[in-house]
């Protein structure tokens, strides 16, 4: 694949808890996405980063924030989280720049909030 | 904005028959893409579209543009098991990113 991991993979939290989920890349491509998925809807775009420190908001941005300290690195956090954010998010780069849709993701981190 | 509509949601199908997912958009479209998601598994890019008409092979796999560019198709020539998980299109967004059709849940009976 493209050197892509999320972690963690799997967690489950409490309403109203603060998460983080992290989208970890080999490769020091610039631009990153963090999608998420839910029966019914496909995938919808969340957030996204054009390098270090240059973040802008998707379609479902609501309820999310994310940083990007390091090429390699793209966190998203939930700062307080709700039911309706239970869902599988997917981290996802471009290798070819911000209009190429040849997309690499990695392999989800299934988030479950009670 | 933009959206894409695809049909069927759902296929069954014998291995060996062939099965078709379509793409279909009110709009002019610049770009479309097809990806699989095998179950349990992430998105994998198949292909990309961007010319009216344009017809393009992969082993089994056939991705067709419209000469309207408001429509697509994939078309899988005698399925196998291995064929199984959801196809999706997706059209490029202005913020490079993709915006995803529900998808077609392929299952294929051996």
């Known amino acids: 694949d493209a050197g892509i991991t999320q972690s963690p993979r799997h967690k489950v939290t409490e309403t109203g808890t603060p998460v983080t989920l992290r989208c970890h890349q080999t490769e020091n491509h610039r631009y990153m996405y963090w999608y998420r998925q839910d029966p019914g809807h496909g995938l919808r775009l969340i957030h996204y980063s054009y390098g270090v420190k240059d973040t802008d908001k998707g379609e479902v941005s609501d309820g999310y924030s994310v940083s990007r300290s390091k090429t390699e690195d793209f966190l998203l956090t939930l700062e307080s989280a709700t039911s309706s954010q239970t869902s599988v998010y997917f981290c996802a780069i471009s290798k070819t720049g911000p209009l190429s849709y040849e997309q690499y993701f990695g392999p989800g981190t299934r988030l479950t909030v009670t | 904005g933009q959206q894409v509509m695809q049909i069927p949601q759902y296929q069954h199908v014998q291995e060996g028959e062939d099965f078709t997912t379509y793409c279909n958009s009110s709009?002019?479209?610049?770009?479309i893409q097809w990806y699989k998601q095998r179950p349990g598994g992430h998105p994998v890019f198949l292909i990309q579209l961007v010319k009216s008409g344009e017809v393009k092979k992969q082993k089994r796999l056939t991705f067709q543009f419209g000469e309207a560019k408001k429509n697509s198709s994939l078309h899988i020539t005698a399925t196998q098991t291995t064929d199984v998980g959801t196809y999706f299109c997706?059209?490029?967004?202005?913020?490079?990113?993709?915006?995803f059709g529900k998808g077609t849940k392929l299952s294929v009976k051996p």
């Open positions: 709009t002019t479209l610049s770009n």
């Open positions: 997706a059209l490029g967004g202005s913020q490079g990113n993709l915006i």
